[in-house]
């Protein structure tokens, strides 16, 4: 996992509906910054899309900015490349990037998707970790629970609790060779 302290890693990437580049700095006026790793087909993004899309409302304002990146293979993951990602950015109340060489995943050490990663007013990472306790397979709510705790201590000018547990998803799908050296 993300060492918490280190600083956000800078991106520039575009946005699968506008094709603008998008980059960290775009994002410097927000008191918080959630970068989250998502992809179109993952049944455990599936299963937590509205707690995302709820989460990214119900935060909708000046103090938190939220980004979301796709970073998989997009030809041997065709769901995943941009034109079909536009779809999922669609229903998204926050922009969908894409990685398309893997780079940006690899300098935030994503490992899976969904992965969440939140920094504070100085992008310094104050929580990595998972939504909640929700699984596909265990029939929990997605609540975000876990997430927003942490944002909301973020945005009272708290301590985020570093009990912190990964998120559980399925595995970014680097190319072929292209696997970081943190697996």
């Known amino acids: ?7 956000a890693p800078p991106f520039t990437l575009p946005d ?39 989460l990214g409302t119900d935060y909708a304002n000046d103090l938190l ?7 998989n293979d997009a030809e041997r993951y065709p769901d995943d490349a941009p034109d079909s990602l536009a779809e999922l950015a669609r229903e998204l109340p926050f922009p969908l990037l894409y990685d398309e060489t893997q780079e940006v995943a690899k300098k935030y050490h994503a ?9 504070d ?4 990472l104050v929580y990595r970790g998972q939504l909640d306790e929700s699984r596909p397979s265990n029939r929990k709510p ?6 927003r705790a942490a944002i909301d201590a973020v945005l009272a000018n708290r301590s985020v609790s570093e009990n912190q547990r990964p998120s559980i998803g399925c595995n970014i799908k680097w190319k072929p060779g292209n696997e970081p050296a943190y697996f």
């Open 1 to 7: 996992m993300a060492r918490l302290g280190q600083n």
């Open 16 to 54: 699968v509906l506008t094709r603008k580049k998008v980059s960290l700095a775009d994002f410097s006026n927000p008191q918080a910054l959630l970068v989250i790793f998502l992809c179109r087909h993952c049944p455990y993004v599936l299963h937590v899309k509205a707690a995302l899309i709820q």
């Open 65 to 71: 900015g939220v980004v979301s990146i796709s970073s």
């Open 111 to 119: 490992a899976c998707t969904p992965d969440f990663f939140l920094f």
């Open 121 to 124: 007013r100085t992008r310094k």
């Open 142 to 147: 997605a609540t975000g629970a876990d997430l």
